[in-house]
């Protein structure tokens, strides 16, 4: 069954250009080096530019602790790190 994440992430104004260029380099290098993602796409909020999701996809249980135990995930966080203004609000969920 395919599992589903949707991470809502507020970042410190001012930040956007850092935050969005770790994430466009994430994004590149998950699709990249990942088969088990189907989905892994950061948007920016319309009403509040410091709001940003990220919907991921992966095929399995297995996908998911693939990328959350990978390097590119582990060096996104550190680049991303200084962007944010609190913890991303993670909602896991099952594909139908």
């Known amino acids: 069954m395919a599992i589903g994440i949707v991470a809502t992430m507020k970042i410190k104004p001012g930040t956007n250009e850092a935050f969005e260029a770790a994430a466009k380099e994430l994004m590149a290098v998950v699709r990249a080096v990942e088969p088990?993602?189907?989905?892994?796409?950061?948007?920016?909020?319309?009403?509040?530019?410091?709001?940003?999701?990220?919907?991921?996809?992966?095929?399995?249980?297995?996908?998911?602790?693939v990328h959350g135990k990978s390097d590119q995930f582990r060096a996104a966080g550190a680049k991303m790190g200084p962007s944010m203004a609190g913890r991303p609000d993670v909602q896991i969920v099952d594909a139908i």
């Open 36 to 65: 088990g993602n189907k989905v892994y796409q950061f948007c920016k909020s319309r009403t509040d530019p410091t709001t940003y999701v990220v919907l991921e996809l992966y095929a399995d249980q297995a996908a998911l602790e």
